[in-house]
T-cell receptor, first 122, second 113 residues
Framework: GAVVSQHPSRVICKSGTSVKIECRSL??????MFWYRQFPKQSLMLMAT?????????EQGVEKDKFLINHASLTLSTLTVTSAHPEDSSFYIC??????????????????FGSGTRLTVV | DAKTTQPPSMDCAEGRAANLPCNHS???????VYWYRQIHSQGPQYIIH???NNETNEMASLIITEDRKSSTLILPHATLRDTAVYYC??????????????FGKGTLLTVNP
């Protein structure tokens, strides 16, 4: 089935620095990718939707200048947390929607999630 | 998308069936019911989805009431590895490539030995 690889799985950075998280679709082309954030004991909160070759669409309350999203190819989207602060410490998860016709008959399979990135800002 | 209501937590004995309920009383005719689960510190995993008919796959069964206002996810023989947060999500099928999944609080299922 569809596989999404997310890297790194864990990262610790100093306050004020930037961190890049990569999300790759390994065996399919992902026309759309989603970025979520999850705080401890809370549900996933959608941050933004990115489409290959166009600007990302951010959810209300998410700072687009702080969370830079690039979706330059059909297999790679990146999330850069700029000028990170301790309150940005969280679990970041990407999801890819498979645009391949082979999955059109099973829509649920069209959303595959990465394994997540645990970001700690110190 | 229609809102869903799930119990915050449930317990189940290992080897027994786990029945997880979900209410979606405002579901529209073109909205599907999806179930995902999230094991601690991992990304969500797709389980099953359905529109109005009951569905079964290698992981679980999905029972949707005739009026579609509620559904039940059934794990027939729960194991310790099934301990996770289970999310019930309703959304339209297709709807364009930008269509997103919105997660509620889910049900924490704890399978006990």
């Amino acid at each position: 089935g569809a596989v999404v690889s997310q890297h790194p799985s864990r990262v610790i950075c100093k306050s004020g620095t930037s961190v890049k998280i990569e999300c790759r679709s390994l065996d399919f082309q992902a026309t759309t990718m989603f970025w979520y954030r999850q705080f401890p004991k809370q549900s996933l909160m959608l941050m933004a939707t990115s489409n290959e070759g166009s600007k990302a669409t951010y959810e209300q309350g998410v700072e687009k200048d702080k969370f830079l999203i690039n979706h330059a190819s059909l297999t790679l989207s990146t999330l850069t947390v700029t000028s990170a602060h301790p309150e940005d410490s969280s679990f970041y998860i990407c999801s890819a929607r498979d645009g391949s016709p082979r999955l059109s008959g099973a829509v649920g399979y069209g959303y595959t999630f990465g394994s997540g990135t645990r970001l700690t800002v110190v | 998308d229609a809102k869903t209501t799930q119990p915050p937590s449930m317990d189940c004995a290992e080897g027994r069936a786990a029945n997880l309920p979900c209410n979606h009383s405002t579901i529209s005719g073109n909205e599907y019911v999806y179930w995902y689960r999230q094991i601690h510190s991992q990304g969500p995993q797709y389980i099953i989805h359905g529109l109005k008919n009951n569905e079964t796959n290698e992981m679980a069964s999905l029972i949707i009431t005739e009026d579609r206002k509620s559904s039940t996810l059934i794990l027939p023989h729960a194991t310790l590895r099934d301990t996770a947060v289970y999310y019930c999500i309703v959304r339209v099928s297709g709807g364009g490539s930008n269509y997103k999944l919105t997660f509620g609080k889910g049900t924490l299922l704890t399978v006990n030995p």
